[in-house]
């Protein structure tokens, strides 16, 4: 009485909706974005486009369903104090005027998608330690049970309060518990998670390897794995999809600019 088939899980993956990157590349490999119902992480260096990425999703999630959003909003929670309201503000403006140039091409109106209301839409939270992101995690439940439109949670950095746990043992079972307890909630409620890492060595062998910190167990419980880059001699970014259910193993380029994230039409060397 249980059972459901591969098909239907399929079909429901393959029509799950997506929060779009404006990486054209990368949005077209994961069919259409960043999936609902998974958690997504997003790992790499300082200045490699995390924080910037998770700013552009909070207010893509927010575009027209006709420009490829959701029409939705977003909560953000933030460990590190890499938020900028000020940055925000300037994505933000940027997506406003591009959103309604494209409307007006096909001679419509996009009335709710305007500046203040994209800031309104995200709500802000900073969290100081471990204790504070549990208990803020247990209390999404309430939020998302009382907005029906908040489709995006950004931890931006999920790994920043985790490292500070010198007890390993006591820092993976609280990464265990608030994943689980993640996933859940992207069931639930049909909401995309995103959380962001840093990177660490690890010796493998003689040798010393950069890796995503947090271990393997850590990396069983992400449905998606985007490492991030920048490429020291060139002006661009490179986005490596890492681990997916949707593809193989790409990489693509991509630039940061005053408006956002933008695509770099030739594809990065794997």
Request: aromatic content about 8%; overall charge neutral.
């Amino acid at each position: 009485m249980f059972q459901t088939s591969a098909f239907t899980y399929w079909r429901k993956e393959e029509e799950s909706k997506k929060i779009i990157s404006l990486i054209k590349d990368l949005d077209e490999n994961l069919l259409g974005g960043i999936s609902l119902r998974l958690i997504t992480e997003l790992c790499g260096g300082s200045g490699s486009g995390k924080t910037q990425l998770c700013l552009q999703f909070c207010i893509n999630v927010q575009l027209p369903e006709e420009a490829g959003g959701l029409g939705s909003k977003a909560y953000y929670v933030d460990t590190n104090q890499g938020f900028s309201p000020y940055r925000l503000k300037e994505i933000a403006k940027h997506m406003e005027t591009r959103c309604h140039q494209t409307f007006q091409k096909f001679h419509k109106q996009c009335t709710d998608f305007k500046l203040e209301n994209i800031l309104q839409n995200i709500s802000y939270v900073y969290c100081n330690n471990y204790k504070d992101l549990m208990a803020i995690v247990l209390n999404l439940r309430n939020i998302l049970n009382e907005d029906k439109k908040l489709k995006l949670i950004v931890i931006d950095s999920f790994s920043f309060i985790l490292r500070q746990l010198e007890d390993v043992s006591l820092r993976t079972r609280v990464n265990y518990e608030i994943l689980t307890d993640l996933q859940n909630l992207a069931l639930e409620f049909d909401i995309a998670i995103i959380i962001t890492n840093e990177l660490t060595t690890r010796c493998i062998g003689n040798n010393w390897l950069v890796c995503p910190a947090l271990g393997e167990s850590h990396a069983h419980k992400i449905n998606t794995r985007l490492l991030l880059s920048r490429d020291p001699n060139e002006d661009y970014h490179i986005v490596l999809i890492e681990k997916s259910v949707l593809c193989d193993k790409l990489a693509f380029r991509f630039k940061i600019k005053p408006g956002g994230i933008r695509s770099v039409l030739h594809r990065a060397t794997e």
